[in-house]
């Protein structure tokens, strides 16, 4: 199922996919299955976090934040839930941290690639503290390898000797010799594979001594000197007269066995190594790299005048751990008895922030404040609302915080109702208050209450938030939210009929008025059929924001239809559906003119209208499984009586909605008629063009 799943995402990923399919995968994947327990959706909440990494930022734009949030309030709730494996709990965390981090993954920042000599260079400077000097072309870089200055003892690539010349051959400007009494073996200076000038040759005369450790003022001009001069040198030594080879042995006073001053390396003056970039000019036109050292300057034995400070790698702070969580708990409740008795705000706020509580810990910490005044008088609780809506303001906590510390609070609420037996009506106050301010939306509260969990928690809350504000405000901003309000239900309340009577009970009939209009219109034309009588009363008691609703043309025309049917057939059976008498036929047509004037009034110049009448005429054909001829006597009649236009029936066939049943079987009922209507159409625009 994962592959499957990696699968859709980088279709999705690729717009292979369009996103109502990508949504309707994440649904599917959230659902809680009927008789399947939590601890064993292990699997689809892997798949979840899955295509969340895959297709994520595509999903998340404007348009769909409001669904992205359901989804991740669902996955924090799920993310603290301790029946989940620690492994998903934790694979929910951090793709919820991922679209925190606006979808940048965390080890996108970790550089794991190749890197160059420069970076090399400036990381073992401030990482290890050593400076390594860099190469360029003007010097060679066997410099410590064969220059005449060093010894050959030091020289890293020089073989082992063995023999008698471990003793003395390694000794620079000494050796062994050569005559009788030596014993010359393979070992042996004398006999070894390389020519060094160290030592006596087998041709009998001497061989120049080396040049030993000078002073600072004895060899200014013999550092840099290039490979072309070294070579010569070492060629015409033999060709040199007597007085410029020093004979004899070196004496030990000239022999200097500290560094030179060069290799003393100040740390302070260094400056810090920077890349080189390369430049353009050609090598022929730029300055020799190798020169010789001024006059009274020591040589710099391969390294630059001003070398680079070594930096030192700064000391670690020990930081202070954070505070245990009983430590925080025990100053959360302290700020919150220190604020209701003082009621000062700046202090309570600045009392949270010196707490420096960790992120993981805030949800925890305003669960405490909420749990600290649930037994306090109203008042009490409302400056707690405002306490935790200023630190929002503040920064100190988020929305999110808030929703997972009243979950929190909710799944106590068995043990706490033994003490507190209205909870639920002091939680609701908080989440009525949060709303109001804000700090979460309706339908991030209404997302874990579904299907009747904490019911009637949801209720409660729409309760107060009509004694704080007032029915308008609270009809508006329900209907903005797009709440599903037999989603909130138990499962068994879930039908109109329970709904509108749980709604009544709880004085919240006013969220649906289409829904009580749909029971007492019916009863109004069934008392006084009189079009007069029934607009009058549709104008006393629907506001006129509805008159252009969808939804009650939908009710409208749906009453006039059924009044229809009760008026015409004492049965309502399929053999007199189907083949009703001329009398009934003539009926049915008065009835239909009588309404009219009704009908004309609400749908005249609204094709939107009219085509939503044309779908509750569809839903009423249908609830009577099609007779034969009603559909397009229905039809026939509007278009006649001048109710419904051309343009409206047109693009009721055109339109592809899915919400209402039996488009199918009216199209095969209509479409010949439609075809005509279409045509005929065409020839009158043909005919107002001649």
């Known amino acids: 199922?994962?592959?499957?799943?990696?699968?859709?995402?980088?279709?999705?990923?690729?717009?292979?996919?369009?996103?109502?399919?990508?949504?309707?995968?994440?649904?599917?994947?959230?659902?809680?299955?009927?008789?399947?327990?939590?601890?064993?959706?292990?699997?689809?909440?892997?798949?979840?976090?899955?295509?969340?990494?895959?297709?994520?930022?595509?999903?998340?734009?404007?348009?769909?934040?409001?669904?992205?949030?359901?989804?991740?309030?669902r996955m924090r709730s799920l993310m603290n839930n301790k029946d989940l494996p620690a492994r998903i709990r934790f694979l929910l965390q951090d793709t919820v941290e991922l679209r925190e981090n606006n979808w940048v993954p965390r080890k996108a920042f970790i550089d794991n690639g190749p890197k160059t000599i420069n970076q090399i260079r400036q990381d073992a400077v401030k990482d290890l503290g050593v400076f390594i000097p860099q190469m360029s072309q003007g010097i060679r870089t066997d410099f410590f390898q064969e220059s005449p200055f060093l010894p050959a003892r030091i020289k890293p690539d020089r073989e082992t000797l063995g023999g008698l010349a471990d003793m003395f051959g390694q000794m620079p400007g000494s050796g062994i010799g050569t005559g009788p009494g030596v014993i010359q073996d393979r070992f042996s200076p004398t006999m070894g594979r390389r020519t060094n000038p160290l030592f006596n040759g087998h041709g009998g005369h001497m061989a120049p001594a080396p040049q030993p450790f000078m002073k600072s003022n004895q060899g200014q001009n013999l550092l840099f000197q290039n490979q072309t001069h070294s070579s010569q040198q070492q060629a015409q030594s033999k060709d040199m007269p007597p007085r410029f080879i020093k004979k004899g042995q070196l004496n030990a006073d000239e022999i200097s066995l500290r560094p030179a001053q060069s290799f003393i390396l100040n740390k302070n003056q260094m400056p810090k190594l920077q890349p080189q970039i390369p430049t353009m000019i050609p090598p022929s036109a730029q300055p020799p790299r190798t020169s010789t050292p001024p006059l009274g300057q020591p040589p710099q034995l391969g390294l630059k005048t001003n070398p680079p400070p070594i930096q030192e790698k700064p000391q670690k702070t020990i930081k202070k751990p954070p505070p245990a969580k009983e430590e925080l708990l025990k100053m959360t409740e302290n700020v919150v008895t220190a604020y209701l008795s003082s009621k000062h705000m700046n202090d309570a706020v600045n009392g949270v922030r010196e707490m420096k509580a960790p992120k993981h810990f805030l949800p925890e910490m305003l669960s405490k404040m909420i749990m600290c005044s649930l037994e306090s008088p109203d008042e009490d609780r409302e400056h707690v609302s405002t306490l935790i809506n200023m630190l929002r303001m503040e920064g100190l906590v988020t929305g999110e915080n808030f929703m997972q510390a009243f979950?929190?609070?909710?799944?106590?609420?068995?043990?706490?109702?033994?003490?507190?037996?209205?909870?639920?009506?002091?939680?609701?106050?908080?989440?009525?208050?949060?709303?109001?301010?804000?700090?979460?939306?309706?339908?991030?509260?209404?997302?874990?209450?579904?299907?009747?969990?904490?019911?009637?928690?949801?209720?409660?809350?729409?309760?107060?938030?009509?004694?704080?504000?007032?029915r308008e405000w609270l009809t508006d901003l329900f209907q903005q939210s797009k709440v599903n309000m037999q989603k909130m239900l138990p499962e068994i309340d879930q039908n109109k009929d329970r709904m509108l009577e749980i709604l009544e009970g709880k004085g919240l009939s006013f969220l649906f008025p289409l829904m009580k209009l749909e029971k007492e219109l019916l009863k109004q034309i069934i008392a006084d059929p009189a079009p007069q009588t029934i607009y009058k009363w549709i104008k006393d008691n629907i506001s006129p924001k509805l008159h252009t609703d969808k939804g009650f043309v939908n009710i409208l025309m749906t009453s006039f239809l059924q009044y229809i049917i009760h008026e015409m057939y004492t049965t309502e059976s399929d053999d007199q559906l189907s083949a009703p008498t001329k009398e009934q036929l003539d009926q049915e047509k008065q009835l239909l003119l009588g309404f009219k004037p009704v009908m004309q009034k609400f749908l005249h110049e609204?094709?939107?209208?009219?085509?939503?009448?044309?779908?509750?005429?569809?839903?009423?054909?249908?609830?009577?499984?099609?007779?034969?001829?009603?559909?397009?006597?229905?039809?026939?009649?509007f278009y006649d009586m001048e109710i419904i236009e051309e343009e409206a029936f047109l693009a009721w066939k055109e339109d592809i909605a899915q919400e209402f049943p039996g488009k199918g079987k009216a199209l095969f009922q209509v479409n010949q008629w439609l075809t005509w209507l279409e045509t005929a159409e065409e020839e009158e625009s043909e005919e107002e063009a001649d």
């Open 1 to 73: 199922m994962l592959g499957n799943i990696k699968f859709i995402g980088e279709l999705g990923k690729l717009d292979l996919i369009h996103e109502s399919i990508l949504h309707k995968c994440i649904k599917t994947l959230l659902e809680k299955k009927k008789r399947v327990q939590l601890k064993d959706m292990g699997e689809d909440l892997e798949c979840l976090c899955q295509i969340m990494r895959t297709v994520g930022p595509r999903l998340d734009h404007e348009k769909a934040k409001s669904l992205m949030d359901q989804y991740y309030g």
């Open 407 to 470: 979950l929190n609070v909710l799944d106590q609420c068995p043990k706490i109702e033994l003490d507190v037996p209205l909870v639920k009506s002091y939680l609701a106050q908080f989440a009525a208050r949060a709303i109001i301010a804000e700090l979460v939306s309706m339908a991030e509260l209404a997302h874990p209450l579904e299907n009747g969990t904490h019911f009637p928690l949801f209720l409660l809350c729409l309760q107060q938030m009509t004694k704080m504000k007032d």
């Open 606 to 637: 609204h094709v939107d209208l009219q085509v939503s009448a044309l779908y509750a005429l569809q839903v009423h054909c249908n609830a009577h499984a099609f007779p034969k001829g009603m559909l397009l006597r229905y039809f026939v009649n």
